[in-house]
């Protein structure tokens, strides 16, 4: 299983997210262009020493992204979803999709998506922050596919 991000803008989101990937077992890819210089500080801060412990591919764009997908399915978590994320069969192959911070993905990459599915959460709030979203979304695709860790 792995989690891509769609041109994240935030360095302690992708730091959080690289310690998550790391934690679970799960590789992350990253889609350029981000808001922030990879060398950034806050990335290995958030991250701390779990960076050398999860494998991260950065990507040119979605479509030398794409180019990588193979047999996967990609699952994009948009709030524009009515399919909840509980209700939804993972696969063991899935590559989890988020967006970027503050405007999700471009209607090209959703479309290129063949599955849509949304955290669900109250209406009086618009959004979780992307980290927990990613959090939230990995744990129970790898506790659907039995890929937690023991």
């Known amino acids: 299983m792995r989690i891509a991000l769609f041109e994240p803008e935030i360095a302690g ?12 077992g799960a590789a992350v890819d990253l889609i350029e262009p981000m808001g922030f210089a990879w060398d950034d500080r806050r990335v290995r801060r958030t991250a701390m020493d779990y960076i050398d412990h999860v494998s991260v591919t950065r990507h040119a764009g979605f479509d030398a992204f794409a180019a ?13 979803s009515r399919q909840s994320a509980y209700e939804f069969t993972f696969r063991p ?3 989890l999709l988020f967006g970027k911070e503050s405007a999700g993905v471009p209607g090209a990459v959703a479309e290129a998506c063949p599955a849509r599915v949304r955290l669900p959460m109250r209406p ?4 979780m922050n992307l980290a927990t979203s990613a959090a939230l979304a990995l744990g129970e695709a790898l506790r659907q596919t039995g890929g937690l860790p023991e």
């Open 124 to 127: 009086q709030v618009r959004s």
């Open 13 to 24: 989101n992708v730091g959080a997210i690289l310690r998550l990937g790391a934690c679970l």
């Open 93 to 95: 192959d899935d590559i």
């Open 68 to 80: 990588t997908v193979g047999t996967g399915r990609l699952v994009l978590f948009t709030t524009k």
